[in-house]
C-alpha cells in the first residue's frame, strides 16, 4: 500500500489547518454562530475504513477542484449535524432538529460547502502561489452499510486514501467530527507544490 512521508504529512495538516481555519469563519458567517475547527488529524487508510466514525446515515459532499489542481476530495458529515446547519442557515435555532435530509437541505448544504471550500481554495490558491477553483459541490446522502455512492466517487478505483479527522464545535449545537478524504496522488500533488513554494 502506497505511503506518504512523516514530511508529507505534516505538509497536508499545515495545508488543511490554515484553508479549514478560513472555511470556518465563513461557515460561522452563515450559520451566525461561532465555529470551531481543531487541528486536524492526518492518517493514512484504505477505502474499507473510510466510514468508520459513522453510524446510520451521513452527507458526502464531494469537490471538484477545476483549475490549479487536477481531482477531488470528499467530505462526510453525520447526517445530524447537516440538519442543524441548514436550519441554522435558514433562520432556525438549530435545536431539536429531526427527520432527514431533504431536497431543500441538501442544497442549503451545498451552498455551505460551495461557500466554505471556496474560501479554502483562496487559501490554497495564496499558499500554493497559484489560481485554484473549485466545481460546484455534489452531495449525496448515504447509508454507511452501502459504499456504492462512495465507490464510484472516486473512479481512479483508489484503495488508499489521506483522512484528515477535524473535531467541528458550533456553540454547543454540535460537537462532532467531520472528515475529508483525499486519494493519495492528489495528496502527493499538493505536497509537492507546497515544498515548491517553501523552497523558491
Request: proline fraction near 2%; glycine fraction near 6%.
Amino acid at each position: 500500500m502506497e505511503k506518504l512521508s512523516k514530511e508529507e504529512i505534516d505538509t497536508l495538516g499545515e495545508i488543511a489547518n490554515i484553508s479549514m481555519g478560513n472555511a470556518a469563519t465563513n461557515l460561522s458567517l452563515m450559520v451566525n454562530h461561532k465555529v470551531n475547527i481543531t487541528t486536524p488529524c492526518v492518517e493514512f487508510i484504505k477505502r474499507s475504513q473510510a466510514l468508520d466514525d459513522y453510524e446510520k446515515t451521513c452527507i458526502f459532499i464531494q469537490i471538484h477542484y477545476i483549475k490549479g489542481l487536477s481531482g477531488n476530495n470528499v467530505f462526510v458529515l453525520k447526517e445530524n449535524d447537516a440538519l442543524v446547519l441548514t436550519d441554522l442557515m435558514m433562520g432556525g435555532t438549530g435545536e431539536n432538529v429531526q427527520g432527514e435530509m431533504g431536497e431543500l437541505q441538501l442544497s442549503a448544504m451545498s451552498e455551505a460547502m460551495n461557500q466554505m471550500m471556496g474560501a479554502s481554495a483562496t487559501s490554497m490558491a495564496t499558499m500554493l502561489d497559484m489560481m485554484v477553483d473549485i466545481g460546484t459541490p455534489e452531495i449525496n446522502t448515504i447509508d454507511v452499510e452501502s459504499v456504492k455512492i462512495f465507490e464510484k466517487m472516486f473512479d481512479e478505483g483508489n484503495d488508499s486514501f489521506v483522512k484528515i479527522t477535524f473535531k467541528m464545535d458550533v456553540e454547543g449545537l454540535i460537537d462532532s467530527t467531520m472528515v475529508q478524504l483525499y486519494p493519495v496522488h492528489f495528496a502527493r500533488e499538493m505536497c509537492d507544490k507546497f515544498n515548491y513554494e517553501a523552497t523558491k
